[in-house]
């Protein structure tokens, strides 16, 4: 389906969070009908409406509950949110219906103009896109920061020019209904076991991250990372020139860490880029980061001193190994956003002291046997909450380590962390799980556990 047959026509949004209410808005301006679903009965017409606010075009039509047989016939394209699952009993109908889906990315894609950076993986994906953000803020007149980090590439699409380079944190749910979006410079970051209850198959999974590089040529570039075994293995079927990072592995062509010092290399001849430690960012996680924002700069040609001097300057994203605060000798840490157990094992890691580790929470079918092995000594006490925190004590157990405790909630378990922990110790909130049991989100999770610190 081409971007100029949906005027005219009747569009199914469903789902009114940022990426529905964003769909909608660029439908209305672009002549189309949009149809606004939200099957969550307990939301009110006009509460949706507010969102709208600025929308402009034909008045959207709002249905709650479900949709009708009648309804869904007069459907010519599907616009479903990231959360919304391709096999949810609505797409399944939409799916027999034979009815077009576009993913809200491939929606602004069709109707943005400039040039696209995507940044996919599962972890790390909000650091580095925010990093990437910056350094090409700092060398192009026109940049959106768009996506899985909280703005809406739709309702800025059309703001776009040609000279606009968009920066997208992409996820896998973004990815699974793309056709023409096409990014000039893609990363994947990383892949590990997460959202298995959604894809159901690590395969599955993986392959969701790989559409990020769909209508790639060798004239785009891909950034990859060589440590992790499904990025290097992607290489050899990437339609993109692929440019390696790697933290472990003195590479013959990339950028890679030895010591403290950052090298690029081509054909093996390598050239000094910085020191680790001229960067405000901690753990080897945030090193692969840099160099992964490193690499898509010069794909974008902006100059390594305009590059670096970003670099320098820029600080840690919140909620992800955010520091907090020192209170009573006890440096706290917020990292809300170790959803899940690979990006928990980051935060372990950047701790260099005995550790109150919080973790637990919604259960995404994840394992929990390599995060355990990882707290290597550093972990002096696990204090759990939310629905996993059975099965990581069960896990826990069967690595050898006993020192955790069960909290009824959140607040118990800052108020234990508090209590125990002593001059020179940590507290380190990295549940290695989603927050949705107890929070709408991870960021309320994080800033509660920092409104707390602060009070202290």
């Not at 059975?390 to 380590?401: M, N």
Request: net charge negative.
């Amino acid at each position: 389906m081409k971007a100029s047959e949906i005027v005219g026509q009747k569009v199914l949004v469903i789902g009114t969070g940022i990426s529905g209410i964003g769909s909608a808005k660029l439908l209305g301006k672009a002549h189309a009908i949009p149809v606004i679903l939200d099957e969550n009965t307990k939301v009110y017409e006009r509460e949706i409406r507010t969102k709208l606010e600025g929308y402009k075009g034909e008045n959207p039509e709002i249905i709650i509950g479900e949709l009708s047989d009648e309804k869904l016939k007069e459907i010519a394209l599907v616009v479903p949110s990231p959360a919304v699952p391709m096999d949810s009993p609505v797409m399944l109908r939409v799916k027999e219906a034979g009815i077009p889906v576009w993913s809200e990315i491939e929606l602004a894609y069709n109707f943005a103009k400039g040039r696209m950076v995507a940044i996919t993986g599962t972890n790390g994906k909000t650091t580095t896109t925010t990093l990437v953000g910056e350094i090409m803020k700092a060398h192009f007149a026109s940049t959106y920061v768009v996506g899985n980090i909280g703005y809406s590439y739709a309702e800025r699409a059309m703001e776009m020019t040609d000279d606009t380079v968009s920066i997208g944190e992409i996820s896998s749910f973004q990815l699974e209904a793309v056709e023409n979006f096409h990014a000039c410079v893609s990363a994947i970051l990383n892949i590990t076991p997460d959202h298995l209850n959604r894809h159901h198959t690590m395969e599955c999974y993986a392959a969701m991250k790989e559409n990020i590089t769909n209508n790639q040529t060798k004239d785009d570039v891909c950034v990859l990372n060589y440590d992790n075994e499904y990025t290097r293995n992607f290489a050899d079927r990437c339609p993109a020139t692929v440019v390696f990072f790697s933290t472990e592995h003195k590479l013959e062509n990339g950028y890679y860490q030895d010591g403290e010092e950052i090298f690029f290399a081509e054909n093996g001849n390598a050239t000094r880029v910085m020191n680790i430690h001229d960067m405000n960012l901690v753990g080897s996680c945030n090193i692969q980061n840099v160099m992964a924002a490193i690499a898509m700069g010069r794909a974008m040609n902006v100059p390594m001193e305009t590059i670096l001097s970003v670099v320098h300057d820029f600080k840690a994203v919140e909620h992800r190994i955010e520091f907090v605060a020192t209170k009573n000798g006890v440096d706290y840490y917020n990292d809300s956003k170790g959803t899940n157990p690979d990006a928990a094992i980051q935060g372990i890691k950047a701790m260099d002291k005995p550790t109150y580790l919080i973790g637990g929470g919604y259960d995404k079918g994840s394992e929990y046997d390599e995060w355990i092995e990882a707290f290597d000594g550093k972990v002096k006490k696990l204090v759990l909450i939310g629905a996993t925190k059975q099965k990581i004590a069960d896990c826990a157990d069967k690595h050898g380590f006993h020192d955790y405790v069960f909290m009824d909630s959140y607040k118990d378990a800052l108020e234990f962390c508090s209590k125990n922990a002593k001059d020179g110790e940590a507290v380190l909130l990295s549940p290695a799980c989603a927050s949705w049991d107890m929070f709408p989100s991870y960021e309320v999770r994080g800033k509660q556990f920092k409104d707390y610190v602060n009070s202290l």
